[in-house]
C-alpha cells in the first residue's frame, strides 16, 4: 500500500492532480448519502 506524504499531497494540491472525473448523474447520487452522514454527526 502505498503511503501518502505531506510532499505527495502538496504536488496534488499544487498541480491539481490526478483529478477525478465523473458524470453529474452520479455525483447526486454520491452526494446525498454524504450529505445523511454529515447531518448524523
Known amino acids: 500500500m502505498k503511503r501518502n ?9 499544487k498541480n491539481m492532480n490526478p ?3 465523473m458524470s453529474i448523474d452520479l455525483l447526486h447520487k454520491a452526494r446525498r448519502p ?6 448524523m454527526s
Open 19 to 21: 483529478q477525478i472525473e
Open 5 to 13: 506524504t505531506m510532499e505527495k499531497l502538496y504536488l496534488c494540491m
Open 34 to 39: 454524504i450529505e445523511r452522514m454529515l447531518a
